[in-house]
């Protein structure tokens, strides 16, 4: 293995360029090449330019003792920028780049700059606001527009029913992620779409880790595209069914259904997003509002440490480096991660489960009569329990998977 020289005081540093961010009592500063960003101290942000400028290790310390009368420890500090791609001792800039992070390749890189800026202009915002008004107006004047859970309960034809709303899901899915890397591409930000998951729940992401590139006044839109879409689409489709209703337009039963059933999974959709114990589109908002750099994975720490307390087994880490401000946010965030997860689980015994039982229950029944009594019904059944079984299932063990990485390197300490 390569040792990485170290760091003396007549050593000169070679710093990658990086972007910088003011945010209040820190600084962003962020590696766009390979997506690594850091919440840094102003006055580490200006050792970093004195040892760009060309200052030795040691000017540098005489610099910052001149300017806080404090001598810092530079070899920590710039060890653990090193190790984050960061810097490098003069000669070994290779050292700077990080072998696990490779090169970031973005999504939609040649799209014409307008575009985006067609979709989320001021013109663009004000017509959604206009329909969004709308749709709230019917629902409140029509609430019995708004579907249950049993829109999504099909008597007939389970399977291809089910197809088709998993294939509106997933346009509607890449809909809401596209228009987050619009509104990012409107702020100047490059984006990228992926698929992960939410607790056991499959979800379509866009990696907008660049956006620590732009003031935060500019982040709010491009976090909240998504749910804006949303809203939209939801108002068009209450739209269309108040105005089959009247006999303004018409909507065959099949196609009410089918409208019924994606309306639905746009309230789920749209309600997902309160669950900010999780990382959801408000989540990043709330996050964004507040000027926390990481407020899931410190609120998580923070537990672990109130949890140290009565469990020797539970290792503590310190979390005084954080501001104040955001430790104040950290305490009170506590409470939503804890009534957050209670009330996922909640969810999931009373709407997720309940749901799949009555599936199971009457394509149970279709396939104990067996094929020879409706072949095309047992045909139906079969695939409707490895298609719901499957995306479940996938979405459960990516979950569990998770919850192994978090938990077994701690338990092994």
Known sequence: ?????????????????????????????????????????????????????????????????????????????????????????????????????????????NLPEWIPRLFFGRPALCIYGLWIALGTWIAMRR????????????????????????????????????SHLLAARAAGVKSR??????????????????????????????????????????????????????????????????????????VLQISWQFFF?????????????????????????FLKNQLARVLSSVRPVDQSHIPAAERRVIRAYSAVWLLGRAGALFLLFTVTLPLTVAYLEKVGGTLRHGFGADGLAYLDALMMTVLSMSLFGVGMGLWIRSLIRQWKPRALA
């Open 277 to 301: 114990f999780v990382r959801t589109d408000f989540y990043f908002a709330v996050a964004t509002f507040f000027n926390c750099k990481n407020l899931l994975a410190d609120t998580e720490q």
């Open 1 to 109: 293995m390569t040792s990485i020289p170290s760091f003396a005081e007549d050593s000169y540093v070679e710093v990658v360029p990086f972007s910088r961010q003011d945010e209040g009592e820190e600084v962003v500063v962020g590696r766009t090449d390979v997506g690594t960003f850091l919440a840094l101290p102003r006055e580490a942000v200006e050792v970093l330019d004195d040892l760009a400028a060309g200052c030795t290790v040691g000017e540098a310390r005489d610099l910052y003792h001149q300017r806080h009368g404090e001598i810092p420890d530079l070899k920590d500090f710039l060890g653990t920028m090193q190790e984050k791609g960061f810097v490098a001792v003069a000669g070994n800039l290779v050292a700077a780049t990080p072998t696990a992070a490779a090169p970031r390749k973005y999504h939609f890189e």
């Open 193 to 266: 779409l992926g698929i992960g998951h939410r607790l056991w729940i499959l979800v379509a992401e866009t990696d907008m880790t660049d956006i620590w590139t732009v003031p935060r006044s500019k982040r709010f839109l491009p976090i909240l595209a998504g749910p804006l879409t949303d809203l939209v689409t939801t108002s068009l489709l209450l739209c269309a069914l108040d105005a089959a209703d009247y006999g303004w337009i018409h909507l065959p039963p099949l196609a009410r259904e089918m409208t019924r059933a994606v309306l639905f999974s746009y």
């Open 143 to 178: 609430p019995d527009l708004v579907p249950g859970r049993g829109a999504l309960y099909f008597q007939h034809f389970h399977t291809l029913k089910i197809l088709a709303v998993v294939g509106l899901s997933c346009v509607t899915l890449f809909v809401h992620e596209m």
